[in-house]
């Protein structure tokens, strides 16, 4: 809410109350003009928000009507949109909503044949890898000839102690005989994290995935895995995906990196299991696609 009492006249539109997966929302007639307005009262914690509809005079013997709907449930995209231009927006999936928007098309597209929405999950994060393979191929195969030359690196390091303009140019002339780009593996992250961010938000926001089983003991992918056996594969996951990277010659780096799975697996306790069901396929595909690549650059650099 403003500082100063909103006035505005509309016609047609909607006001609404929205919570995570519901929303009460009031839709005038489309043809009607109507005064929209707002009062806040931020002391008491009050917060008003309404239409007032023109003045209407019934002369005795007449009658007259105003028609309006009152919409109270879940936030199902396809029916709003049906009552109101827009309402269908009260789905809030961020400033990325564009990317969110198609994915939740392809991902209500997989339920259309799968009729299930877990297994929907599991293809829609197949799809988004498949879509993004070359890229991730070259932040692997970038990671991969990292690794190859760190006893090098570390050697490097342990020749030239403090002198850190020594040390930069003796690794700038190591990755220029090895031909590698150390900022190679971080671009293609880069050009992907707004499809993983959106794809987050998709599988937050969606109310179709509310007491939608999976199966075996997830029985509701909107709510926490009650076992918390998919957060902890995500953490197993997300540490041998660690061990195929190069680790850190910086000590204080590599404890860090060390205990990130365990804060992870923490956060996703709580997380939704339609959610970590995600981030757990999306490991295990990421975990197989770096350690063929990773097998691939080392066997070459051993014939050599």
């Not at 006249?9 to 003009?33: C, E, L, M, R």
């Not at 199902?76 to 961020?94: N, P, R």
């Not at 597209?109 to 879509?131: C, D, E």
């Not at 993983?196 to 998709?202: E, K």
């Amino acid at each position: 809410f403003n500082e100063e009492a909103l006035k505005e006249t509309t016609k047609g539109g909607w006001i609404a109350i929205v919570q995570h997966y519901f929303v009460t929302a009031w839709i005038p007639d489309a043809n009607s003009t109507n005064h929209l307005m707002t009062r806040a009262n931020k002391e008491k914690g009050e917060y008003f928000i309404g239409f007032t509809s023109p003045d209407m005079v019934v002369n005795a013997g007449m009658q007259n009507s105003i028609s309006a709907k009152l919409y109270a449930g879940p936030k199902i995209q396809d029916e709003l949109a049906k009552l109101s231009t827009g309402l269908e927006l009260t789905v809030d999936y961020g400033f990325l909503w564009f990317i969110s928007q198609f994915l939740f098309w392809v991902l209500q597209l997989l339920h259309g044949f799968l009729g299930n929405w877990g297994w929907s999950i599991v293809f829609l994060t197949l799809f988004v890898k498949l879509a993004f393979f070359h890229l991730s191929a070259t932040s692997y195969k970038s990671m991969a000839n990292m690794r190859r030359v760190m006893p090098e690196m570390q050697r490097i390091k342990e020749q030239y102690g403090t002198d850190r303009q020594k040390m930069s140019m003796a690794m700038m002339e190591l990755y220029q005989k090895e031909k590698i780009n150390p900022v190679a593996g971080c671009l293609p992250i880069l050009v992907q994290m707004p499809v993983f961010l959106a794809l987050y938000w998709t599988l937050m926001e969606s109310v179709e995935l509310r007491h939608a089983p999976w199966l075996l003991w997830i029985t509701d992918l909107a709510a926490m895995d009650k076992y918390f056996v998919l957060p902890l594969i995500m953490g197993v996951t997300m540490y041998i995906q660690q061990l195929l990277n190069p680790q850190p010659t910086d000590p204080m780096q590599a404890k860090v990196l060390k205990i990130m799975p365990i804060v992870f697996t923490v956060f996703m306790l709580w997380f939704p299991s339609g959610l970590v069901l995600y981030w757990v396929v999306n490991n295990v595909l990421s975990i197989a696609q770096q350690w063929v690549i990773t097998r691939q650059i080392e066997g070459a650099a051993a014939k050599k």
